[in-house]
């Protein structure tokens, strides 16, 4: 079973009132000792349980992960050529403006969080309850602060750093944009109290509820994205020595609903295929499935543009067979490619297809040589389409952190990433690790950090991780920039700019603050 995280309309009323403090006093002077206030809520165990459940549903709304989040993600990045000249597009080819929805529609949900986290921090230390499960909730909720100001540092730069409910900000106006570091500093900060109060797991009715796993996971990524990695490789090694994850046998085990909060899980979105619909809805009986979908599925079987996959990353996966040789297996798992070789994996015989079990073939029969994408679509569900049967009709979780990604990571930072030096036995093992369950050879200690970025992109090509990886390494501009090829069915990259590898802030926030400016490139 996976918790719903869907917000109540009690709370929702709730975090709705904190904006509207400067209304003429002399109106409101008036008590209703039935309206729902912070003071009023926040009582009991029931209510501070409520609220931090209420933070966690923004994951999935639709402007979120939901569906538009992956404009803001996959999108952007290398392995993705993006179909169309649209909003959703635009940002990918650094060409977003402030105005448009895919702008501030991700942006909205982060701070949606951010302000229910917020609440949670300040209101529940004053309620009585065990002491246990107050100090769980707490860090739930500065787990999820830091998680999306993560997202927002990396994404926006610079942006908003509020830690207080909006009833306790003086001046709300006088909030200015803090530095990048001041931002990275909180990230920091609220990993670390997270990973001292979350319990290791919940049980089977919590499950998706943030755990000590997850902080301290994410707290060595933000050591890693700062260059730390003495502290980076600290805080990964912690999770690998706890034993509390491991591989799961099978690649695609991560990407079925059937397998979901397996032993590699160490954060996942919990979607529901609820069959309900609604377009920005923050409230029980709104959809919360999986949306993304139509967004990542072949031509043909998607109501939206799309996009193709870049050959670079079929010939990667090509470039190396397995110790049986034959074609990795992840290949087959994230894409769908004109291809009738198979390879035999966990005593399965992986081969291209798509909806229905559809090979390139059955679909394609214009010669096109197109590379389309297979993660995440859960194909074997039956679908015929990835709109068959509406927008949310997908339930499969999207995994935000598994352990794979913690070797990798936990690589990089024991050899220093670009500019450290040869590989250690340590960081070896663990990039070994992730191939032996691919059936991919050994690496020796010849491998490189070129090696390590390699495997990135075969174990993790459309998980959220590409574009950042880019970002943080610095290779936006020898990436994309200098091959606008790579994004030749949208606009290309000639509008890029210095400071585009960033999105600008929303023009309704700097419409609304003074304080508040446009990012470098974008004036």
């Known amino acids: 079973m996976k918790i719903n995280w869907k917000i109540t309309s009690v709370l929702f009323m709730l975090l709705s009132t904190g904006i509207f403090y400067s209304c003429n006093e002399d109106v409101l002077e008036q008590s209703n000792p039935n309206a729902i206030t912070p003071k009023s809520f926040w009582k009991t165990s029931e209510d501070a349980t409520k609220g931090i459940l209420g933070a966690y549903s923004p994951f999935t709304h639709i402007w979120n992960y939901s569906r538009f989040e992956i404009f803001v993600s996959d999108y952007r990045d290398d392995v993705v050529n993006a179909y169309g000249t649209s909003e959703r597009t635009a ?58 100001y993560f997202q927002l540092v990396n994404n926006w730069r610079n942006v908003p750093l509020i830690v207080l409910p909006f009833s306790e900000i003086a001046d709300p106006e006088a909030i200015a944009q803090a530095s990048p570091e001041e931002t990275w500093n909180q990230v920091v900060s609220d990993f670390k109290a997270a990973q001292g109060l979350l319990p290791k797991e919940w049980d089977s009715a919590n499950l998706g509820r943030a755990t000590w796993g997850a902080a301290t996971s994410f707290l060595g990524k933000a050591y890693l994205y700062l260059g730390d990695y003495s502290n980076a490789k600290v805080e990964l090694k912690k999770v690998i020595d706890s034993g509390e994850y491991t591989l799961t046998e099978d690649y695609g ?85 004109d291809t009738d070789e198979t390879t035999t994996y966990r005593g399965r015989e992986l081969k291209s297809s798509t909806y229905l079990g559809k090979s390139y073939k059955e679909v394609y029969n214009d010669g096109r040589n197109t590379i389309y994408a297979s993660k995440h679509l859960d194909v074997k569900k039956g679908y015929t389409g990835s709109q068959a049967e509406g927008w949310h009709q997908s339930g499969n979780n ?54 390590i970025e390699d495997e990135r992109v075969k174990e993790l090509s459309l998980e959220r991780t590409r574009y950042h990886d880019l970002l943080r390494w610095g290779l936006v501009q020898e990436r994309l920039v200098d ?24 023009q309704n926030e700097i419409d609304a603050n003074p304080n508040f400016k446009h990012n470098p490139g974008y004036n």
């Open 91 to 148: 940002v990918g080819a650094f060409n977003g403006i402030s105005t448009s929805n895919g702008t501030f529609w991700v942006w909205s949900t982060h701070y949606q969080a951010i302000t229910r986290a917020n609440e949670v921090i300040f209101n529940v230390p004053n309620i009585e309850m065990p002491q246990a499960t107050k100090d769980a909730i707490i860090g739930e909720a500065h787990f999820l602060r830091a998680y999306h």
């Open 253 to 337: 085990d991560n990407f079925s609903e059937d397998t979901e909060n397996n032993s590699e899980s160490i954060f996942e979105i919990q979607f529901i295929a609820d069959g309900n619909q609604g377009w920005g809805g923050d409230a029980a009986g709104t959809g919360k499935g999986a949306a993304f979908h139509p967004d990542l599925s072949p031509a043909g079987f998607t109501g939206q543009d799309g996009m193709q996959i870049n050959k670079w990353t079929l010939d990667l996966f090509l470039d190396e067979k397995t110790v049986d040789d034959q074609i990795d297996p992840r290949a087959f798992e994230t894409l769908f490619w």
């Open 398 to 451: 999207l995994r935000l952190m598994r352990y794979a990604d913690v070797l990798l990571m936990y690589a990089e930072a024991e050899i220093g990433g670009w500019n450290g030096g040869a590989a250690t036995q340590a960081a070896l093992d663990a990039v070994n690790l992730v191939r032996a369950r691919a059936n991919m050879p050994a690496l020796d200690l010849s491998m490189t950090m070129k090696d």
């Open 483 to 506: 091959h606008p090829e790579l994004k030749s069915s949208s606009s290309g990259t000639g509008a890029y700019q210095p400071g585009r590898e960033y999105i600008d802030v929303p």
